[in-house]
């Protein structure tokens, strides 16, 4: 497997996947928005997306990473926003090696750490994430708000 950074040749593929991630939570399949919206995300550079590459050139996975910024310990965060593995090439190690090529962006970018959030439902990442070294930040509350 090749873990490397998207480009823009990568999103035809790379749209077909974002779709079954959308898919696993619930939201309808549109390859067209997904295309756009991922366009944009490496065009405008607003996001890091790295891909798992098979030997054969087909892409298995993927990560999404955002900047942020912390204004208490004034250095960038990343937050790992989308993680998704495609069916058949699942418990080969994909996202573990996709979470450490994230976490090198952390160090790299000298920002202060990386942080995401899943549903209490997803026992697979539940497993996972703790398995690469991320702790459950039991302190803190989540809260959400949208105008729809």
């Keep these: 497997m090749n873990i490397r950074a998207a480009t ?5 593929q790379l ?3 974002f779709d079954q991630y959308r898919i696993f939570y619930r939201k309808a ?3 067209d928005r997904a295309k756009e919206f ?4 490496i065009t405008k550079e607003d996001s890091v997306i790295y891909i798992s590459e098979s030997s054969d050139g087909d892409l298995n996975g993927f990560v999404q990473l955002y900047p942020l910024f912390s204004s208490t310990r004034m250095q960038k965060l990343w937050l790992l926003n989308d993680l ?3 069916v058949p090439s699942r418990g080969r ?4 090696a ?6 090198q962006l952390v160090i790299n970018s000298d920002a202060a750490g990386m942080f995401l959030e899943t549903e209490v439902s997803n026992d697979i990442g539940n497993s996972l994430y703790p398995s690469c ?11 959400e708000w949208s105008p729809k």
């Design 98 to 103: 996709l979470i450490e090529r994230a976490k």
């Design 8 to 12: 823009s040749s990568d999103i035809d």
């Design 38 to 41: 991922l366009t944009m995300r």
């Design 133 to 143: 070294g991320f702790t459950l930040n039991s302190a803190s509350n989540y809260y």
């Design 15 to 17: 749209s077909q996947l």
């Design 84 to 86: 998704f593995i495609a």
């Design 93 to 96: 190690g994909i996202s573990k």
């Design 29 to 31: 399949s549109d390859i």
